[in-house]
């Protein structure tokens, strides 16, 4: 529970930070480059970690995006075990323009709280947040659809994004 904490203070302490991130990333079309600097193996126990208060449509979004993870690559993502590791996901308020944003410095998802009144498209942002703390990096959408496209809110993780993730990690064993 005190890492929990620390996350928290650690998110409070960011929203500038975050804010001025999103800013660059949305100006900067996002990016392609170099390897994330914090990923999680997601084949191993991982705990999406979630506020206290987040709402209901938050919290299934969040759930939606572990369950369709698990499925299409047999992952072992939840939002409940005190032993896992934990990937911090905090809603906040941002510009419609700004769907997500993984901060790979301190492994800590950031995701617009205006999506959860759109399931699926939450979901998505939710999918393509958590496919970068796993290490894929943005696909431009003139390579191939992909969760990975730059602002994608429609496209969740095909074969080619398990693939992805597979040659990161190796393919997870079936549970």
């Known amino acids: 529970m005190a890492a929990l904490t620390a996350d928290a203070t650690l998110a409070r302490s960011l929203r500038p930070t975050t804010l001025a991130c999103l800013v660059w990333v949305t100006a900067c079309g996002g990016g392609t480059g170099g390897p994330m600097r914090t990923t999680f193996d997601p084949c191993e126990p991982l705990v999406v970690g979630l506020d206290a208060g987040v709402t209901d449509a938050e919290r299934a979004s969040v759930e939606a995006a572990v369950a369709l993870w698990n499925r299409v690559a047999a992952m072992r993502l939840t939002t409940l075990d005190p032993r896992a590791p934990v990937v911090p996901l905090h809603f906040q308020a941002a510009a419609n323009a700004f769907h997500g ?61 398990v693939t992805a993730v597979a040659a990161m990690w190796g393919a997870c064993p079936a549970p």
């Open 101 to 161: 944003l993984y901060d790979d410095a301190h492994g800590v998802v950031y995701v617009n709280q205006a999506l959860a009144s759109d399931l699926p498209a939450c979901t998505v942002a939710i999918e393509h947040e958590l496919g970068h703390s796993f290490g894929l990096l943005h696909v431009p959408a003139s390579t191939r659809a992909s969760l990975m496209n730059p602002g994608n809110l429609t496209v969740g993780p095909t074969p080619a994004d």
